[in-house]
Nanobody
């Protein structure tokens, strides 16, 4: 079983930055792709960024150039560095990890961008 715990969310002013972290614990083989999703009130959950075990990344268009996903395989941790935040980035951010074909979700961390 895999447990994912996110941290790093909070309230930030427009133009500010936050760094989210998600750490996996438990007993499991290697984690494959790790993802960050977000869900704003009244909207569907959407994929923000993903990173393979080898470090290949992909981003949704609206965050390209502002967000950076990275991972530390030794610590089973994935990060999301978010810069130049706007109110449209306000959402609950979720971590998702694949172990084999099984997917696991974290509980989410709230990010609020407001002046």
């Amino acid at each position: 079983q895999v447990q994912l715990v996110e941290s790093g969310g909070g309230l930030v002013q427009p133009g500010g930055s936050l760094r989210l972290s998600c750490t996996a614990s438990g007993i499991f083989p290697a984690i494959n792709v790790m993802n960050w999703y977000r869900q704003a009130p009244g909207k569907q959950r959407e994929l923000v960024a993903l990173i393979s075990r080898e470090g290949r990344t992909n981003y949704r268009d609206s965050v390209k150039g502002r967000f950076t996903i990275s991972r530390d395989n030794a610590r089973n941790t994935v990060y999301l560095q978010m810069n130049s935040l706007t109110p449209e980035d306000t959402a609950v951010y979720y971590c998702k990890a694949f172990v084999g074909v099984d997917a696991y979700w974290g509980q989410g961390t709230q990010v609020t961008v407001s002046s």
